[in-house]
């Protein structure tokens, strides 16, 4: 019976929801996956647990012997399977798929199929106008139930509103504005302590620990030791190294693989410094009675309808999301920024140039960070070239009709950010050129107002650099803000130049990660 399923074991019984839950067992229900129709029963959930793995090893391994049709309604696509070339360059694959195939494409990935967009209106269907006809649960190309567990990445329904509503008041723009005193102060002790002149440093590894350094103390209130530091940014690294390869080839997070273990002792790292976190800033709120003073003690402090707190579990997920999105995701987009500064040097000159005109070697805030519009250009380029979030995946939960076809419930949509961002209808015949320019023409001789060019899918219609519609990036006003002060604070100090005419490379995970970016810092003093 694919589907539903039901396990039994002793007298506990569970469907596929409840066991989603349980560290212990973990399954993955698809229709090549074949049960008994009367389910599985099991003296123990360690029986139970071995019966549904290999029922589900063996499904998944007959299905991946075959490289069986799309289905019937479905839009072409190239013959075989995605797997391979997701794997060995995924943006080229990507980008030849499309030249090839067009804007809405069927794919086989693993045995799943699914569909990558590119297309304006298609994107806007899935994000926006059809987003509730859409959930993250099911979707193929997508973090796991272990480390993102039921958290705003990947929770649906209810439970994402809830903590939605829980979570808003902490990314308000308000809010935003007190976290960019410790934004800047933690960018100032990069400046001054890590940076120096004539220093050659990687600059992706220094904005990861940054980064880190500046979400576990404005939103969890949380300094974080160097040890933690080193062990969150290498687990990270590392659960995102398993899923790309996971997800690459479309295998669930269970089947057995040689990365798994590793993968499972990064998370057990993880979940180790977020409960930390938590059992002592619940003792701290205890003892000191004292009004909540982050998102941790909002979260720590809420109540639900009948007054009940929230789970430790879901206090996990909540923090495992914010920490493994906001450190990653903002560090990314800060190496990126700062390797198009240093290989346009041209571009690097006029920014510092704005920041000392208007500045005049004020501290960078929130505010008057927004009076800074080509490097607000700078930071918007940079996101149109290489978005974080390279690809936006969305399962339909009922048949949906996408321009002729017809396609069925449970389908993973791939939205390709990257291909879109690239358009030559939308952007031009320079598309794929680093231009910040190009963002003038929008709001000419105005501060461009970034959050602003994001509504919807853009001016353009092609630009979703943190999604789009209900489910958009719920930090994106805070990683702007962070991005501004950060660059801002540097670009006042340092000029930044290559040691290497070949501009990074991309790496195509679960974010659009650069590999090290090794850069030549000089101070602006001595210049």
Same mark, same amino acid.
């Given at each position: 019976?694919?589907?539903? $399923? @039901? /396990?039994?074991? #002793? =007298?506990?019984?569970?469907?596929? *929801?409840? &066991? ?131 958290? $705003? @990445? /990947?929770?649906? #329904? =209810?439970?994402?509103?809830?903590? *939605?509503? &829980? ?131 909002? $979260? @720590? ?227």
């Amino acid at each position: 019976m694919p589907g539903l $399923l @039901l /396990v039994q074991a #002793g =007298s506990d019984t569970c469907t596929l *929801r409840d &066991l989603q839950r349980r560290p212990d067992i973990v399954i993955f229900s698809k229709p090549w996956i074949r049960v008994p129709t009367n389910g599985i029963r099991a003296a123990s959930w360690d029986d139970a647990f071995r019966r549904v793995t290999s029922i589900a090893t063996d499904g998944f391994a007959n299905a991946g012997k075959l490289v069986s049709p799309l289905p019937s309604g479905f839009p072409p696509g190239p013959p075989g399977n995605a797997a391979v070339g997701m794997l060995a360059n995924p943006l080229a694959y990507l980008e030849t798929t499309q030249r090839r195939h067009g804007k809405v494409v069927g794919l086989k990935l693993g045995p799943e199929a699914v569909i990558l967009v590119s297309d304006q209106s298609t994107a806007h269907e899935v994000l926006s106008t059809r987003a509730s006809s859409f959930a993250k649960e099911g979707t193929a190309f997508f973090p796991g139930s272990r480390l993102a567990g039921n958290g $705003l @990445l /990947v929770s649906d #329904g =209810s439970t994402w509103r809830r903590q *939605r509503q &829980l979570s808003n008041p902490a990314f308000r723009r308000a809010a935003v504005a007190v976290y960019s005193e410790a934004m800047e102060a933690a960018a100032r002790s990069l400046a001054m302590s890590t940076w120096a002149d004539g220093a050659s440093r990687d600059v992706y590894a220094d904005y990861n620990a940054l980064t880190l350094d500046i979400v576990t103390n404005v939103l969890f209130g949380w300094d974080l030791p160097a040890d933690q530091a080193n062990t969150i940014v290498g687990s990270i690294k590392v659960a995102f190294e398993f899923f790309a390869n996971q997800a690459g080839i479309g295998i669930p997070e269970w089947i057995p693989t040689p990365g798994q273990q590793q993968y499972i002792q990064a998370v057990q790292r993880l979940d180790a410094v977020v409960y930390g976190i938590i059992e002592e800033r619940t003792r701290e709120l205890e003892q000191s009675r004292r009004e909540p003073q982050c998102l941790l003690d909002n $979260l @720590l402090t809420a109540r639900d309808e009948q007054g009940q707190p929230m789970a430790r579990t879901a206090l996990r997920d909540e923090l495992m999301t914010l920490l493994v999105a906001g450190q990653e995701t903002s560090a990314v987009l800060l190496a990126w920024t700062t390797a198009f500064l240093a290989f346009n040097p041209q571009v690097q000159a006029r920014a510092a140039a704005e920041i000392d005109e208007k500045m005049r070697g004020d501290v960078p805030t929130a505010q008057n960070t927004r009076e800074l519009p080509y490097l607000e250009s700078v930071l918007l380029e940079t996101l149109r070239l290489r978005p974080p979030a390279y690809l936006v995946g969305r399962s339909c939960t009922e048949a949906i009709q996408v321009q002729r076809y017809t396609i069925p419930t449970g389908t993973t949509f791939l939205i390709s950010p990257y291909l879109m961002h690239r358009d030559r209808g939308a952007w031009g015949s320079d598309a794929a050129a680093f231009d910040p320019d190009r963002w003038r023409t929008v709001r000419p001789n105005k501060p461009l107002g970034c959050l602003d060019l994001m509504q919807g899918l853009g001016h353009n219609g092609s630009y979703l650099p943190f999604g789009a519609g209900p489910r958009n990036c719920i930090g994106t006003g805070f990683a702007i803000s962070e991005a501004l002060v950060v660059l801002c604070t540097a670009l006042q100090r340092y000029t930044f130049s290559p040691q290497s005419t070949a501009f990074p490379q991309a790496a195509a995970r679960i974010t659009l990660r650069p590999g090290p970016v090794r850069l030549t810092i000089r101070s602006r003093r001595s210049a």
